[in-house]
């Protein structure tokens, strides 16, 4: 077996110190390289180190929050070796569950983008700015005015997308949503667009905009007028490790 270790900068070293001694002690080899192949990757700190990494890994994920919003991870500071042990000794479906979650793609004029396992957020990059674009879904198209448009997941839906008046799903439903940032007009003023198959454009009327991957700066592209933007489901779910059936509880 081979483990993935990624820490949030300035993690605790003592979380990080007792991680490394156990996986010794239990003989399991450990690496932070993220590009190698591995069983288990395990991710220390909170939310934003979760999907800073997470698009770049295939395997189950433990996640241990260590400070600020846990929403993925199911571990924390008083139990994070006790669950490492569960996961390690422990039977899938009995001590443990794998959630499958459900990643959005885009394409930006072709080329591939990170996945999102929370949203993309498509706007001019600065939300004082009108955002204007053009929305073709299900064959039909719109002209849109709003602060920006957000792509999300059913998981995504419980965070930016619900604050912009998004509708929360259930975190194993199937659809991905789109919702605008205080629309002005467009047909996402009546609401939001909930999509079980198929995926959809987005075309850039601004002289210049960016898409952003999870609220990261690393995973920002900018964009530009007549860009083109296709965002579907990836068929490569993330899988997140919990210990009750529900991934909320």
């Avoid at 820490?7 to 390289?33: A, G, M, P, V």
């Avoid at 422990?90 to 499958?100: A, F, L, S």
């Avoid at 498509?122 to 204007?132: A, D, H, K, W, Y």
């Avoid at 850039?204 to 592209?221: A, S």
Wanted: glycine letters at 8%; aromatic letters at 10%.
């Amino acid at each position: 077996m081979i483990v993935v270790l990624k820490f949030r900068k300035n993690c605790d070293e003592k979380i990080k110190k007792e991680i490394i001694n156990l996986l010794n002690e239990l003989k399991i080899k450990h690496t932070e390289n993220i590009q190698q192949e591995a069983d288990l990757a395990i991710i220390i700190g909170g939310d934003g180190t979760f999907l800073f990494w997470q698009s770049q890994i295939s395997c189950p994920i433990l996640g241990i929050k260590d400070r600020g919003v846990g929403h993925y991870m199911k571990a924390s500071q008083n139990d994070f070796l006790k669950k490492i042990k569960t996961v390690l000794k422990g039977k899938e479906g009995k001590d443990y569950y794998i959630y499958k979650l459900l990643r959005i793609t885009a394409t930006l004029n072709k080329k591939i983008l990170p996945p999102a396992l929370n949203e993309y957020l498509v706007s001019s990059g600065l939300t004082r700015e009108m955002f204007n674009c053009q929305l073709r879904v299900r064959g039909d198209e719109f002209l849109e005015r709003n602060s920006g448009i957000i792509v999300y997941t059913p998981t995504g839906s419980s965070a930016f997308a619900k604050s912009a008046g998004a509708e929360e799903l259930k975190w194993d439903d199937k659809r991905m949503g789109i919702v605008a940032l205080a629309p002005y007009s467009g047909r996402l003023k009546e609401g939001e667009i909930l999509l079980s198959k198929g995926g959809f454009y987005i075309k850039c009327l601004n002289k210049k905009g960016e898409i952003c991957i999870d609220g990261q700066k690393k995973y920002t592209y900018k964009i530009k007028y007549n860009d083109r933007i296709f965002i579907q489901k990836n068929n490569n779910y993330a899988k997140v490790i919990g210990f009750s059936p529900n991934f909320y509880s």
